[in-house]
């Protein structure tokens, strides 16, 4: 396969490493380096693959630095593959800077289909599918009830991440603000052997949650609201 662009973003597994696609072994081997928010992770899924690269780190507190750096070298024939710690750069991770900067700078790009965390959440939600809205991780501090009060009104199928120390915080803000009658999923450890989607209404969830460990890496997605 000839490579042709310089930047190549290229998502890896979520947990299960049987979810890395042909395409991203091949462009991960055949460019001449690899940009990585973790290279001691990324080294070891790259090892356990058999592939043996250059690895530089980028990540959200090196990007603005680096950024100018890697243009240059893209603009001198250097093809670079992004990679993030898991799923797809850029989706809550970093990504969107480097890409921006490609495009002013005339540096074609390819972004590889691949894992995310978003997708099987919401396909194993069962809600609607025609209109959706991914809010990644809602603002910790500033900004965050004005997004939650927004929400309120949406009737599309609305898509978060969470960690699991504010999980149960979250779940309790989003009952606030759009009734604990309303239908939420909770998607955990998806593609990992402890998987597990709980789908019911926001109250029942955080009971379960009050009941039960709070552990692994979560995506909830909540029903819109209802137009009767
Ligand atoms: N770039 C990633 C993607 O494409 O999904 C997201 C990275 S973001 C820093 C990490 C968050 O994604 C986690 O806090 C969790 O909300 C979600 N996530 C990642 N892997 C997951 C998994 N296996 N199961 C459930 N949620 C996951």
Not at 76 to 86: C, Q, R
Not at 132 to 145: T, W, Y
Not at 214 to 224: A, K, L, Y
Request: hydrophobic share 35%.
């Amino acid at each position: 396969m000839p490579l042709t662009p310089s930047l190549f973003i290229v998502p890896t597994p979520i947990g299960n490493l049987g979810d890395i696609t042909l395409r991203a072994l091949e462009v991960l081997k055949k460019v001449d380096l690899v940009l990585a928010e973790d290279t001691r992770k990324s080294g070891l899924l790259l090892k356990h693959f058999g592939i043996s690269q250059s690895m530089q780190s980028f990540h959200n507190f090196n990007e603005h630095r680096k950024v100018a750096q890697l243009i240059e070298k893209m603009h001198k024939g250097e093809k670079m593959a992004l990679i993030s710690d898991a799923g797809t750069p850029g989706i809550s991770d970093p990504g969107f800077l480097l890409v921006r900067e490609c495009l002013k700078n005339d540096i074609p790009i390819e972004c590889l289909p691949g894992p995310t965390a978003f997708i099987p959440a919401l396909v194993k939600s069962g809600f609607s599918l025609d209109r959706f809205v991914f809010e990644g991780f809602l603002p910790h501090k500033k900004g965050r009830l004005s997004r939650l009060q927004k929400l309120n009104q949406d009737e599309r199928t609305m898509v978060f991440y969470e960690s699991p120390h504010r999980l149960i915080k979250t779940l309790k803000q989003l009952a606030e603000h759009l009734g604990p009658e309303r239908r939420a999923s909770v998607s955990r450890e998806l593609t990992k052997i402890h998987e597990q989607t709980i789908t019911s209404c926001l109250k029942d969830i955080i009971t379960y949650y009050s009941e039960h460990k709070v552990r692994g890496e979560f995506v909830i997605v909540v029903e819109g609201k209802k137009t009767k």
